[in-house]
């Protein structure tokens, strides 16, 4: 029997088979933790079911779950901060074969405010002002941070990895 390419059925299957790379990707890159990716993003899809918002378009239904996801994140972060367990270790494993994983490790000493729009901006390649919509900030605001965070990360590379 051949394989067949499996076609998403429903509301949630489509929205996973969409979106679900990209927001597991910033998850990943901002938790550092394959498994806490996983909870955010199936914590993000929860509040879309639970949710169930009317979107004006593609694009805004997009920039809704990365701000959910983004939050989510966010909250994650703040749980750690404030009960300190934090296992790098699987991120450098996720790395280890790829040929920028130098990058990758600096990149994770960032901020998060940072991070987020080098990740947006970079890797998944969204423009300025898309970013600015997704984490709620001006144009300008996403320019300075992509800045400062490209600075931050030639800082840290050259000094680690130089």
Known sequence: ??????????????????????????????????????????????????????????EH??????????????????????????????????????TDGDIMDALMTLPERFRIVLILYYVEEYSVKEIAGFIGKSTSAVKMRLQKGRRMLNETYRKEYM
């Open 1 to 58: 029997m051949k394989n067949a390419l499996v076609r998403p059925t429903n509301g949630i299957e489509l929205i996973i088979h969409k979106y679900g790379n990209i927001l597991f990707r910033l998850c990943l890159i901002t938790l550092g933790n394959a498994s806490d990716a996983e909870d955010v993003v199936q914590e993000t899809l929860i509040k879309y079911l639970q949710k169930s918002p009317k979107f004006e378009n593609e």
């Open 61 to 98: 239904e997009k920039a809704w779950l990365i701000k959910v996801a983004t939050n989510k994140c966010r909250d994650v972060l703040r749980y750690r901060k404030n009960h300190p367990v934090i296992d790098m270790e699987e991120i450098v494993e996720l790395t280890k074969d790829a």
